[in-house]
C-alpha cells in the first residue's frame, strides 16, 4: 500500500519564466494544493469546522531542488506525514516528474502546520481535530508507523 497521497498536476506556462523554469513560489503552492486536496478526499468534515473557528497556520515550508520541470511535464506531488502531536502536523513532499512511465524525483519539501481556534479575538493553539488525525495517521511515513498493539495519540504540543 502506498503510503502517500498523491496530487496530480500538469505544468502550465504561467507556472514558469522565460526560459521555461518553475518558479519556486509554484512548489510551495502545490504543497498547499496537495494539502487541501487531500482534506476534500479524506477528512471532508474538517471542512466545516474550517468555516468556524478552526484556522490551520503554516508554520514553516522549504523545498529542494534536484531537476529542472518545464511546462506540460506531468507532476505527481506526494505528500506523507512526518510528524503528528496534540496540535501539529509536519509534512514532506515528494515532487515526480513523470514521463512515459518513468518517474523522476526532481524536488523534496516539508511542511509544518498548527492548528489554533480563534475565538473571541483571540487565537489559541488547539489539538489536531479526530476527523483530520484519523486521515494523517493513514499516511503516516513507514518510520513512524506505531508498532502493533501501539497507539500514536501522544506526542508533544
Known amino acids: 500500500m ?5 496530487y496530480r498536476h500538469v505544468i502550465g506556462f504561467e507556472e514558469t519564466n522565460l526560459v521555461g523554469n518553475v518558479y519556486y513560489a ?3 503552492r502545490w504543497q498547499g494544493q496537495c494539502r487541501e486536496m487531500f482534506l476534500l478526499e479524506h477528512a471532508p468534515t474538517i471542512l466545516d469546522d474550517l468555516l468556524g473557528s478552526l484556522r490551520l497556520f503554516t ?12 511546462p506540460f511535464n506531468e507532476l505527481s506531488v ?10 501539529q502536523i509536519g509534512f514532506t ?16 519539501g516539508s511542511q509544518r502546520i498548527a492548528c489554533m481556534r480563534y475565538d473571541n479575538g483571540h487565537i489559541t493553539p488547539a489539538r489536531v481535530p479526530e ?19 501501539q497507539s500514536n495519540r501522544g506526542g508533544r504540543a
Open 131 to 149: 476527523s483530520l488525525r484519523s486521515a494523517a495517521e493513514g499516511f503516516l511515513a513507514p518510520a513512524l508507523l506505531p508498532a502493533a498493539g
Open 59 to 70: 508554520l514553516s515550508t522549504d523545498c529542494e531542488f534536484l531537476g529542472e520541470l518545464a
Open 93 to 108: 513532499f515528494d515532487y515526480v516528474h513523470i514521463r512515459a512511465g518513468v518517474e523522476d524525483l526532481v524536488a523534496r
Open 2 to 6: 502506498n503510503r502517500y497521497y498523491e
Open 26 to 28: 509554484n512548489y510551495v
Open 78 to 87: 506526494r505528500m506523507r506525514v512526518t510528524d503528528l502531536t496534540q496540535s
